[in-house]
């Protein structure tokens, strides 16, 4: 009842009690409080990615789960949407012979041998995804560029659309200034909050040897006239009005760094402890040493000891027995710090980012050693409706404008099947450009249940072939391809169809080998 004694309604409005006395945070705006303290809170973050292994790790195996290495494109148009609007020749079966175009033009461009989706010609466009969204977890955010360069087209490149990579630290306010009513920390809006441009460094601010291109911004629209994109931003909304991202580490920033000076200490103590792992102990005080050293009697004993003992040494067993001078004796060190905790405290600790990152705590540290099937199920299902989330997110404000750009030029090389009258690509964009994409498989805990529950599944209707294949970073129509070439090959090798394969289409037989 301490809130009605003080005259609050609420406790946690009570300023007076013990507890909530000193903790007055104050209500500001989401770009007051990120773009003021942004450039600290990233540093910081880097600085765990660089030299922290749970820190990297962790950001590594999320980047793994969410992006991988394919993240496939399935060209989804929506024709049922074109046919209510343009006639009935938008098909289920041009949707089809859509998308087959469509994915192969994407794959030619996408994973050039010679990287010409890449400004930089240093990564393919899945490579680049894979590092926006790492950018995206440990800075806040990622930068892209859609870059229209047609020389390349005299270098052998089919298409003259190419994917730019932007260091988030580039975009900023010219000259630093704060920010304005249409200028958040580089992102020009207008009185409805929209982007409508980006103003970025030509170089990092920290660069040397770019001194002077690093004091020049370049201010980038979003789109071009007719609503092609041409930068792309993409980051994790966690207020409305928000125009910039925070990295993923910003909740646990402090107590990262308190583990890692702790897992330092304890690194040090037990260094310590190898290091002086013995030591000789003397009765004598010093100063009586000194004293008898000089009467020259305690010399004179010691060194008839000495030679004595050169002499004739003393062994056990071919063990040497060392001979120590009168009173001494050997003492060994023991470990005496109360470290037996540590590993209670690291693993409280890795739970408490597990959670504010959205992994399970056993896949942030690789230990499964405390977990039944039961529970690494249970951690997994919940871990992949964030990893989910976070891949369609990702898809939506990267993955979607960069295809978005890329199918503009394809219609406007004619590489795409349409019907006659058709509209053009930006009178139909938002059909056109529908699609999804295939990441990383989810894996699984126990395969053969697993996989017979998804057999179960399909018969009953509850599923489809095309979700269980993309679930596991595959494609139906691939698996289905495939399929049909290897019942052909045994057919043709005259061995029996194994039990998935029973059943063969027409114009396949089941022929036996011949036992002869």
Partial sequence: MGGMGGGFAYDGANMLGSESAEWNPWLRSPDAEINLDRDRMVARARDLFRNDGWARGSITRIADNVVGSQFRLVAKPDYRALTQRYGKAFDAVWAQEFRQAVEAEWRMWSEDPLLFGDAARKLTVTQIFRLAFMHQMKDGETIAVLRWMPERKEEGADYATTLQLIHPDRLSNPYQQLDTHWLRGGVEVDDDGAHIAYHIRQAHQYDYFDAVESMIWDRIPRFTPWGRPIVVHSYDFDDAGQH???????????????????????????????????????????????????????????????????????????????????????????????????????????????????????????????????????????????????????????????????????????????????????????????????????????????????????????????????EQGLDYEEVLDQRRVERQMMTERGLPFPQWAVGAPAGLTTQKPDPT
């Fill in 244 to 470: 910039r991202g925070l990295s993923a580490f910003t909740p646990v920033l402090n107590r990262f760094r308190m583990l890692a000076r702790y897992d330092q200490a304890e690194l040090q103590q037990a260094l310590t402890q190898t290091i002086f792992a013995t030591f000789v102990q003397s009765p004598y005080d010093p100063e009586d040493v000194r004293n008898g050293m000089e009467d020259g009697e305690l010399s004179e004993y010691q060194k008839i000891r000495q030679d004595w003992h050169k002499d004739n040494p003393l062994t056990l067993g071919g063990v040497r027995i060392p001979v120590m001078p009168p009173g001494e004796e050997v003492k060994t060190v023991a470990s005496t710090r109360p470290n037996s905790g540590f590993d209670a405290f690291q693993g409280t600790f890795l739970r408490n980012f597990a959670a504010a990152i959205g992994t399970s705590a056993e896949q942030l540290s690789m230990d499964y050693s405390k977990t039944n099937y039961s529970s690494s199920r249970s951690s997994m299902l919940e871990m992949w409706k964030t990893m989910h989330r976070r891949r369609n997110d990702f898809a939506v404000s990267f993955a979607n404008p960069t295809y978005g750009g890329f199918l503009e030029e394809a219609f406007d090389q004619g590489r795409v099947p349409l019907p006659r009258n058709a509209p053009d690509f930006l009178e139909g964009r938002a059909a056109y450009a529908r699609c999804s994409w295939i990441g990383p498989g989810r894996g699984w805990v126990d395969p053969v249940s697993e996989r017979q529950g998804a057999v179960l599944g399909l018969d009953a209707g509850f599923g489809t072939l095309e979700r269980e294949c993309a």
